[in-house]
């Protein structure tokens, strides 16, 4: 079965400093990946996804990702932090499931702090 | 475009009680997933229906059920409530049934447990 593991349950930056989270994946075939976003008392917001088609996935609000198959990571980053991006992040792995159908597999998340 | 719905958004409920939890996906969505997440556990699959259809099932025990109307619209049911069922029961739709499309989220509905 497809995993991800998120390293570092707290990430704490800078306003307009590099943000980078990490998520690594286990997956026996090519997988799909998604980073999402929750803001507090909100359900989760999608931020991009990898589908194969480009390594480097660019999302909404500034976010990119690149897709790493030799270290098999799926890291998120932003050059310039935002105290707006003050939430959790979730790294998320597709399953490829006998007869079809969604379902994703999540890390533990990333709560990214944001400081003045 | 409305977004996926759920209600209630808040609710308490005492052990031994019964919950039904709703959810109206973005229209046109047939996919609808339901996930349970605890600050212990985290994120977790419950179940997805599509087509009034059940295709997939979490490792959640049978206290937990759900079901799927001819309008997509889903409801999801927990009997005999237990303290540790305390969570934030999201529910997701999707336009496509296959592992590649991206799930679009409600805000949840709160379920404390006393």
């Known amino acids: 079965a497809q995993s991800v593991t998120q390293l570092g349950s707290h990430v704490s930056v800078s306003e307009g400093a590099l943000v980078l989270l990490r998520c690594n994946y286990s997956?026996?075939?090519?997988?799909?990946l998604f980073w999402y976003v929750q803001y507090p008392n909100q359900g989760l917001q999608l931020l991009l996804k990898y589908t194969s088609a480009a390594t480097l996935v660019k999302g909404i609000n500034g976010f990119e990702a690149e897709f790493k198959k030799s270290e098999t990571s799926f890291h998120l980053t932003k050059p310039s932090a935002h105290m707006s991006d003050a939430a959790e992040y979730f790294c998320?792995?597709?399953?490829?499931?006998?007869?079809?159908?969604?379902?994703?597999?999540f890390g533990t998340g990333t709560q990214l702090k944001v400081e003045l | 475009k409305a977004g996926v719905t759920q209600t209630p958004r808040y609710l308490i409920k005492t052990r031994g009680q019964q919950v039904t939890l709703s959810c109206s996906p973005i229209s046109g969505h047939r996919s609808v997933s339901w996930y349970q997440q605890t600050p212990g556990q985290g994120l977790q699959f419950l179940f997805e229906y599509f087509s009034e259809t059940q295709r997939n099932k979490g490792n959640f025990p049978g206290r937990f059920s759900g079901r799927q109307f001819s309008n997509s619209r889903s409801e999801m049911n927990v009997s005999t409530l237990e303290l540790g069922d305390s969570a934030l029961y999201l529910c997701?739709?999707?336009?496509?049934?296959?592992?590649?499309?991206?799930?679009?989220f409600g805000e949840g509905s709160r379920l404390t447990v006393l």
């Open positions: 998320a792995v597709s399953d490829i499931l006998t007869g079809g159908g969604n379902k994703l597999t």
């Open positions: 997956s026996s075939v090519p997988p799909y």
């Open positions: 997701a739709s999707s336009r496509t049934a296959d592992h590649t499309g991206e799930l679009f």
